[in-house]
């Protein structure tokens, strides 16, 4: 299993919150933009891609307890949002590259879904 650490290194990500988390072993990744398709697809450790960038995805990272959430596009999180995902330890990832792009990366790591 791959390091978090290791996929931001590799993929060039800018984590912007709870950066002490980026230790934690990745099982998979789950792309999608709808909330219920992720709180139904994605699972505990995985990372999930997005170009959503508001409090609920924050919301839904906690609660299945993922890796990370990588916000593609170059979708910035309001402060706010950032705040948020510090005290829930959500660990937020940014690229300005495409959500097709960033799963195609990993991929090429050897990360699979679910």
């Known amino acids: 299993m791959i390091s978090l650490k290791t ?7 800018e984590p912007i919150s709870a950066i002490e988390q980026v230790n934690r072993p990745v099982a998979g ?6 909330l219920s398709c992720a709180m139904r697809g994605a699972k505990k450790d ?9 409090v609920n995805v924050v919301a839904v990272a906690s609660l299945l307890n993922l890796a990370g959430v990588i916000i593609t596009e170059g979708n910035r999180p309001a402060p706010e949002i950032v705040t948020q995902a510090e ?11 495409d959500t097709f792009s960033i799963v195609g990366q990993l ?8």
């Open 87 to 97: 005290k829930e330890k959500v660990i937020l990832l940014l690229s300005a590259k």
């Open 7 to 13: 996929v931001i290194e590799k993929i060039n990500l």
């Open 46 to 54: 995985f990372l999930w891609v997005t170009l959503q960038s508001h």
């Open 107 to 114: 991929t090429a790591l050897g990360i699979t879904g679910g």
């Open 29 to 34: 990744g789950y792309a999608s933009d709808l």
